[in-house]
């Protein structure tokens, strides 16, 4: 049995928001590391290499083109 906890995260535009809430999601274990691996190949891809942690909060393709989260 997990314990849920409600997190708000705020902060400026491109501020890393989603960044830092999908890395945060992947060291508790929310995500495995394979999927982080393919998420990081695909942005590097669209020359986004560095939103791989973006887009475990990113489901649609649209935002993930425009790096829009």
Do not use: M, P
């Amino acid at each position: 049995d997990k314990t849920h906890l409600n997190v708000v995260v705020i902060g400026h535009v491109d501020s890393g928001k989603s960044t830092t809430t999908g890395h945060l999601i992947y060291q508790c274990g929310g995500i495995d590391k394979r999927t982080i691996e393919k998420f990081e190949k695909e942005a590097a891809e669209l020359g986004k290499g560095s939103f791989k942690y973006a887009w475990v909060l990113d489901k649609l393709k649209a935002e993930r083109e425009r790096g829009i989260t």
